[in-house]
């Protein structure tokens, strides 16, 4: 057994749901000084069971992203340990200049679940590490299903919160989730060639980079039916959505805000064209 695989634990939150898969894994590493990834939903019960599994010992607060089944617990977690609480940075840190232009513009509604009272004690920087006696982690800037995601680089496994997930497609909803930035984030994953991913929901992605082709190819299909769609009529997201995916109704608000994603992308590049600036009720139709 390797040194990392003997001070790994994974505890589950009681979060279970169509977007969480069986809930959200709160990651703990180290020995003399553990490091909580992730704490979770202000769930007392699952607090408590990651404040035992520290063992009196947790001296870091992780937190990938600022959505509530990942951060809500992040500051009671922080007085019951006194550990610090840190992150890229609060809820709307690292959007794209494009989803700042569309947030100031009125576009609202994206990042369900967008933990808007989060506040990191301690901003981390892409590329730094912070390292102790027990562990080294490196963080990755990798935005794309939130604009101030980090991935956890731990030698060669990596914490990949939200923007890669085992069992499905993530969330991009914008002007929270930016579609250019996922594709982004998810080749920079790929060159830190991470033997191992741990996502913050469902199991293991044991071979990470046919994870990573499999959710780009699935994202240029996605692009290529919204397109082919608006060429045989205009359409706004949520129309979109109802043609092209396959999925019970309570899912359809999700895929009307991946649609969106796809929309807002392809019109930067001119691809699709709607009138004024693109909102979550703009019609777009393909050039």
């Known amino acids: 057994m390797s040194r990392a695989t003997k001070e790994l634990r994974c505890i589950l939150a009681p979060n279970p749901s169509p977007l969480t898969g069986p809930g959200t894994n709160s990651f703990l590493i180290g020995q003399d000084h553990v490091a909580v990834i992730d704490p979770g939903p202000d769930d007392p019960g699952h607090l408590e069971a990651i404040v035992q599994a520290g063992a009196g010992r947790i001296s870091h607060i992780f937190v990938t992203h600022a959505h509530r089944d990942?951060?809500?617990?992040?500051?009671?977690?922080?007085a019951m340990t006194g550990a610090p609480v840190m992150a890229f940075g609060d809820a709307e840190a690292g959007r794209s200049p494009v989803m700042q232009r569309l947030a100031a513009s009125g576009l609202v509604g994206g990042g369900e679940g967008l933990d808007t009272g989060f506040q990191p004690d301690i901003l981390l920087t892409d590329g730094q590490e912070i390292v102790t006696p027990d562990w080294t982690l490196r963080a990755l800037h990798t935005p794309g299903h939130c604009g101030n995601h980090l991935c956890f680089?731990?030698?060669?496994?990596?914490?990949?919160?939200?923007?890669v997930l085992g069992w499905s497609s993530t969330l991009i909803s914008p002007p929270d989730g930016d579609l250019s930035d996922y594709f982004r984030s998810?080749?920079?994953?790929?060159?830190?060639?991470?033997?191992?991913?741990?996502?913050a929901h469902g199991d293991p992605v044991e071979a990470p980079s046919a994870?990573?082709?499999?959710l780009a190819a699935h994202r240029r299909?996605?692009?290529a039916q919204i397109i082919e769609s608006l060429r045989q009529a205009p359409a706004d997201a949520a129309t979109l959505a109802g043609r092209i995916y396959d999925v019970a109704p309570e899912l359809l608000p999700a895929a009307t805000r991946n649609v969106l994603a796809h929309l807002v992308a392809l019109a930067s590049l001119g691809a699709v064209i709607c009138e004024g600036e693109p909102t979550a009720d703009s019609v777009f139709r393909a050039v």
Not at 70 to 78: E, K, R, V
Not at 153 to 163: A, E, N, P, R, T
Not at 186 to 199: E, S, T, V, Y
Request: net charge neutral; hydrophobic share 45%.
């Open 70 to 78: 990942h951060s809500a617990g992040a500051s009671a977690l922080a």
């Open 153 to 163: 680089q731990w030698d060669d496994i990596m914490f990949c919160g939200d923007i």
């Open 186 to 199: 998810l080749d920079r994953i790929g060159i830190a060639a991470p033997r191992r991913l741990l996502p």
């Open 211 to 214: 994870r990573l082709a499999e």
């Open 221 to 223: 299909q996605r692009t």
